[in-house]
Nanobody
Framework: QVQLVESGGGLVQAGGSLRLSCAAS????????MAWYRQAPGKQREFVAR???????NYADSVKGRFTISRDNAKNTVYLQMNSLNAEDTAVYYC????????????????WGQGTQVTVSS
């Protein structure tokens, strides 16, 4: 059974930075595309970023140029570096394993972490 554990969230002022981590247990981490999603209060969960097994990355337009996704297969960990944060980035951030891109949409896999809260104060 795959377990995903996020960390690194917290309270930060607008314009600041945070780095999220997601540690995955189990084997075959390197064989899966990984993604970050987020859910703000009262809103649906939305795609943030994806990194493929070949280290290609994709981003939602709202975070492009500010966020960077990366992975370390030796540590079974995926990261999300978030810079120039603003109040609209406030959300619970979730790690996802097995995301699939089809017809312009990123469909999440079945495995989710518990989420980590990011709060940006203005």
């Amino acid at each position: 059974q795959v377990q995903l554990v996020e960390s690194g969230g917290g309270l930060v002022q607008a314009g600041g930075s945070l780095r999220l981590s997601c540690a995955a247990s189990g084997s075959r981490f390197a064989n899966n595309d990984m993604a970050w999603y987020r859910q703000a209060p009262g809103k649906q969960r939305e795609f943030v970023a994806r990194i493929t097994t070949g280290f290609t990355s994709n981003y939602a337009d709202s975070v492009k140029g500010r966020f960077t996704i990366s992975r370390d297969n030796a540590k079974n960990t995926v990261y999300l570096q978030m810079n120039s944060l603003n109040a609209e980035d406030t959300a619970v951030y979730y790690c996802n394993k097995g995301v699939i891109f089809s017809r312009g949409t990123f469909y999440p896999g079945n495995d989710w972490g518990q989420g980590t809260q990011v709060t940006v104060s203005s």
